[in-house]
């Protein structure tokens, strides 16, 4: 009866018991996709401009000597230095492979 009973706790009513009001945005709440010619055209006049401002926003930061680039994480990065992988990340390579390295006779050498 255990498992029926679960089911039937479950399996019954759910709209009520796990919907969550209001969860999912209303149609005119959402951003809507151009499917039209000329909406896809004022979109991409809409975005080209926004770029061309950001462009000439940052070219006038430049000429003014103030740094453009992008320094989010600069902070945490000098409080915790990493090591280069180069220089942590050490090599040795197997003895066999240095003997035929040295013999010249690359996978042949091996075998001797």
Same mark, same amino acid.
């Given at each position: 009866?255990?498992?029926?009973?679960?089911?039937?706790?479950?399996?019954?009513?759910?709209?009520?018991?796990?919907?969550?009001?209001?969860?999912?945005?209303?149609?005119?709440?959402?951003?809507?996709?151009?499917?039209?010619?000329?909406?896809?055209?004022?979109?991409?006049?809409?975005?080209? @401009?926004?770029?061309? #401002? !950001?462009? =000439? +926003?940052?070219? *006038?930061?430049?000429?003014? $000597?103030?740094?453009?680039?992008?320094?989010?994480?600069?902070?945490?990065?000098?409080?915790?230095?990493?090591?280069?992988?180069?220089?942590?990340?050490?090599?040795? @390579?197997?003895?066999? #492979? !240095?003997? =035929? +390295?040295?013999? *010249?006779?690359?996978?042949? $050498?091996?075998?001797?």
């Amino acid at each position: 009866m255990f498992p029926i009973g679960i089911m039937y706790y479950f399996g019954t009513n759910l709209d009520s018991r796990f919907a969550v009001p209001d969860f999912w945005p209303k149609e005119g709440q959402t951003h809507t996709i151009p499917f039209e010619k000329e909406d896809i055209q004022e979109e991409l006049s809409r975005l080209k @401009e926004r770029r061309l #401002a !950001a462009r =000439a +926003r940052r070219l *006038g930061m430049q000429e003014q $000597g103030i740094d453009t680039r992008h320094t989010e994480h600069q902070e945490e990065e000098a409080r915790h230095p990493r090591p280069d992988i180069l220089q942590a990340v050490s090599t040795e @390579e197997p003895q066999k #492979a !240095a003997m =035929a +390295r040295e013999n *010249g006779k690359g996978w042949f $050498g091996w075998g001797k």
